[in-house]
């Protein structure tokens, strides 16, 4: 708890970013999660996995911009994205961060952003996920989601949960009633006990609970762990309520259980790989290290050699 609060931590540091950076050994490192920093070797790694049958999401690195001119430029990545989608036929929708397109420096400007690229979306036959970020943006985040949704959709735009905000449960009974397609995730950030379940114990017992709530609810949804007790539980609970295989999809990051994300593939489920790019990749990384400890190792063993 105490690593993953320090890492968490130390994500937020972009400055150690560049620090970081300059060791070619570190940002070699990376490739574990992050497929590149280029646009082209995004597509090259989503080309690779729809080969291997699995579908991908696009995540363009980027989080908490500053600048608006910064915000057109995420802006102008995604409909590049959504393009090169349509032209080479990759089996992919795209994945945003509202911050990325100026959530913290004006709710009206994100708000235009990202619906510059729903629309776009729209016009191809794409569907745009907005990513949940910390707890400061969620209802922000719920608010403008619902605005584009009420444009948009059921198929064009969808959102994401937490099961470790207490919160969470409200919400899904809440945008289900829209409709709106959800992807339920544990939560990446630290949050503190006012807000968020401490233990781990609590956040997998709700992580269940919601996604019980979603499969039944007759909406297409995305289960994103790469926890095998969750992905049983979401399998039982498939088999036991007679949901088809195809009326959900799992979800897992780049370069995480790569076995599993193959075995589920084989079995028949839909599997979607999330696929992180660009040249903001720091808090991202450090983010999956203080998921697992043995990352950490992975990373100093390398490091020292
Ligand atoms: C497709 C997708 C999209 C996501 N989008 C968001 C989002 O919008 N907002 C948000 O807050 N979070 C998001 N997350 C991150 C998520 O909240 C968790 O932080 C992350 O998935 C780890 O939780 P877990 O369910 O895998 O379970 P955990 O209990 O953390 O891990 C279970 C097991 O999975 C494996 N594992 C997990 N993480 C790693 C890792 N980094 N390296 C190696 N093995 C690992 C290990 O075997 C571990 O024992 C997303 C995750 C996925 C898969």
């Known amino acids: 708890m105490v690593i993953r609060s320090a890492l968490i931590y130390l994500s937020r540091q972009e400055g150690l970013k560049e620090f970081a950076a300059r060791f070619s050994l570190f940002k070699r490192l990376t490739t574990r999660f992050i497929a590149g920093e280029s646009t082209d070797e995004a597509v090259a790694a989503i080309r690779d996995l729809n080969a291997r049958g699995c579908s991908a999401s696009f995540d363009h690195l980027n989080e908490a911009v500053g600048s608006v001119a910064e915000t057109e430029a995420e802006v102008v990545e995604y409909l590049d994205v959504l393009a090169r989608i349509e032209q080479t036929g ?21 708000y235009r952003n990202a619906r510059r690229i729903v629309t776009d979306a729209v016009g191809r036959g794409n569907f745009v996920r907005v990513d949940m970020e910390g707890s400061h ?17 059921l198929n064009d735009v969808g959102i994401v949960v937490q099961s470790y905000l207490y919160r969470t449960m409200d919400d899904v009974r809440d945008l289900l009633k829209i409709p709106a397609r959800i992807r339920l995730c544990k939560g990446a950030y630290l949050e503190p006990p006012e807000v968020a379940f401490p233990e781990k ?25 790469h926890d095998p007790k969750m992905i049983d539980a979401t399998v039982d609970f498939a ?65 020292l050699k």
Do not use: C
């Open 201 to 225: 114990k609590a956040v997998d017992d709700n992580y269940v609970r919601v996604m019980q709530v979603l499969l039944s609810s007759g909406v297409y949804h995305g289960i994103a762990t």
């Open 239 to 303: 088999q036991r309520e007679g949901i088809a295989r195809d009326a959900f999809e799992f979800q897992m990051l780049y370069g995480i259980r790569r076995d599993l994300q193959e075995q589920l593939a084989r079995d028949g489920y839909r599997l979607r790989v999330y696929v992180p790019y660009g040249k903001h990749w720091y808090p991202y990384f450090m983010r999956r290290l203080a998921e697992r400890p043995a990352n950490i190792w992975f990373v100093l063993k390398n490091l």
């Open 137 to 153: 943006a969620t209802q922000a985040t719920i608010d403008l989601f619902k605005r584009l949704r009420a444009e948009f959709g």
């Open 90 to 110: 990759l089996d992919s929708n795209v994945s945003i961060k509202l911050t990325q397109f100026g959530l913290v420096i004006d709710p009206e400007l994100a």
